[in-house]
Structures are given as structure tokens and as C-alpha cells.
């Protein structure tokens, strides 16, 4: 089945409560008097068609909508919405004017996935008189009530002879122009890389931004081009509140003074390895008393 060539401002959505939705499609059906009108149901039509009947009105389920598959219409009612949304897209292509939806709370859970595979939202419009309470009329009907009332509040302001002498409060601060020298203007975006300008007679690429141009870390004077070829020494950056130096009571006992290497003994002092008394001088081992001089174990004197 085609898509329907109606327009986008033709679907519309019109929410209403339960009790009222059969005042408000006969509504809908006189404002459309003199075309074909189909109104479409999930459920058996039942007595709808007893409600509805005309000379232009069909009314039809969508299980008998199914057995018609070349049945057109100039504006298509949907007196509720079906549980699947294909079936209701199916509804929709066979409008060729208007396709309207009368939207009750109950109903109302099931136009998400409509519009999701429609790829879009439908419109909603209030018709007056059958203004619902639930849904997004509501809080369209707040935002328009809370404006009317704003703007009713600023004409009696208006009108109030205490408020025509007052003058509107005004900024008399002086402007501050921005310098091209005071650093803002030059300032690169958070996540801009430098940018690549070249490099110098070393070799060295150079970054926009990054010229070394000055002593930043000591006093901000310019820098020669001698200083400029070599590194700045570290002790030449300024001591900060931690790199203070500390009285010898606060000192480490690895920070105080060590005595000079030189005050040690030289090693020439120690005696030699080989002044050591050689193995040859200890008794041998044979002068030690053989096992067999020991008293038998039976010689000794009994326990008793």
C-alpha cells in the first residue's frame, strides 16, 4: 500500500476526555460536512456505526478495514489507537485529505511508537470547548494562561502613574575596550593546538605561542639570543615558600655536614688479607684422641 500524499499539517491529534469523545468527532463531522469520512476502530465497531451514520460516514474495525484493502477516504477519524503501530499506518494511507485522531488518557500510551515509526511528532490541537485534563494540552493551556496573566500584569504597570516617572535602570560602568597587547584578544580556544611556524637555525620546530622570547621564570626581561640557544639553568629560578632554606636544627641528619672523605683511614692501613694466620699453623686433625680410647658402653657403672 502507498504512503498517503496528505500534508503534515493535515495530521492532527485532537485530546480529549472519554466521556466527550463521541461529542467532539460529531463535531469534527459537521466542520467536514460533504466529504467522504471514515472513522476506524480497533475493537468491534458495536454501535458506533448506529452513533455515526450519514451519508459519507463509514465506520469499520481494523480487522474489517483488512478485508477492504482499496478503501479510500477524504478525512479519516480515529475513533482510538491500536496496540501495534503498523496497524495504525495502515489507517493512515488510506486518508487522502485529513487524518485525525481523537486522543483519550487511555490512548495516550500508545502514540509514542505511532510517531516513532512515523519519524516525527503528530501536532496536537485543543479544539475549544473539549479541552482535556492530562497530557500536553494541559501544559500548553498553563504556559498560555501564565502569559495572558504577565501580560496583564505589565499594561496595569504601564497604566500606573508611580511607575511613569521611573526611569529604566541603566549600566553607566564605562565600557572596557580590550588591548591587541593585553593577552585576550591573542588567547587560543581551550582546545586549540599551537600552531607550527617554522623552525630555528638548530633544527628546533618553534610553536606559535612558544617563542621563548622572555625570562618568565626569573624577572620577564627579554632574552638575548645567546640565552635563547641554550637552556635556562635551574638554579637560576627563583626560590618558592618551599624551597626555603632550613635552620641546621630543622635540617635532616643527611642534610648537615658530613666530614670530608678524606678524614677516613685509608684503606693502605688495614692489614693485608694474606698477614692472616695461614691454615697450617691450627693443630691437625689427627692429634685429637681417637674414638676407640672411649670406655666400652658396657663398662659403665649400673644404675642400681
Request: aromatic share 8%; glycine share 6%.
Amino acid at each position: 500500500m502507498s504512503s498517503t500524499p496528505i500534508k503534515r499539517q493535515n495530521h492532527r491529534i485532537h485530546p480529549c476526555n472519554r466521556p466527550r469523545k463521541n461529542e467532539l468527532i460529531h463535531f469534527l463531522i459537521d466542520r467536514n460536512a460533504g466529504k467522504t469520512i471514515l472513522i476506524a476502530t480497533s475493537n468491534d465497531a458495536g454501535e458506533l456505526p448506529a452513533l455515526f451514520a450519514g451519508k459519507n460516514i463509514t465506520v469499520l474495525s481494523d480487522a474489517e478495514l483488512a478485508k477492504t484493502p482499496d478503501l479510500r477516504c477524504e478525512v479519516l477519524i480515529s475513533y482510538d489507537l491500536p496496540e501495534k503501530a503498523i496497524v495504525y499506518m495502515s489507517r493512515y494511507a488510506r486518508a487522502r485529505e485529513y487524518a485525525l485522531i481523537t486522543l483519550d488518557e487511555e490512548d495516550q500510551k500508545r502514540l509514542y511508537p505511532i510517531e516513532l515509526l512515523n519519524g516525527r511528532t503528530i501536532t496536537q490541537e485543543v479544539v475549544k470547548g473539549f479541552e482535556p485534563d492530562f497530557g500536553i494540552a494541559v501544559g500548553n493551556q498553563q504556559k498560555a494562561e501564565a502569559k495572558a496573566r504577565r501580560e496583564e500584569r505589565e499594561a496595569r504597570d504601564a497604566q500606573d502613574p508611580r511607575n511613569r516617572d521611573k526611569k529604566p535602570v541603566r549600566d553607566t560602568r564605562p565600557e572596557r575596550k580590550r588591548d591587541e597587547g593585553d593577552g585576550f584578544s591573542a588567547k587560543k580556544q581551550y582546545n586549540s593546538k599551537p600552531r607550527f611556524v617554522g623552525k630555528d637555525e638548530n633544527g628546533k620546530p618553534i610553536f606559535e605561542g612558544k617563542t621563548r622570547e622572555r625570562n618568565h621564570y626569573i624577572d620577564g626581561t627579554p632574552r638575548s639570543d645567546a640565552e635563547k640557544a641554550t637552556r635556562t639553568p635551574y638554579s637560576s629560578k627563583p626560590k618558592f615558600f618551599s624551597d626555603k632554606e632550613k635552620s641546621s636544627d630543622e635540617r635532616k641528619p643527611s642534610d648537615r655536614e658530613k666530614k670530608p672523605y678524606g678524614e677516613k683511614k685509608a684503606y693502605g692501613d688495614k692489614p693485608a688479607f694474606g698477614e692472616k694466620k695461614a691454615y697450617g699453623d691450627k693443630k691437625p686433625f689427627g692429634d685429637k684422641k681417637p674414638y676407640g680410647d672411649k670406655p666400652a658402653f658396657g663398662e659403665k657403672k649400673a644404675y642400681g
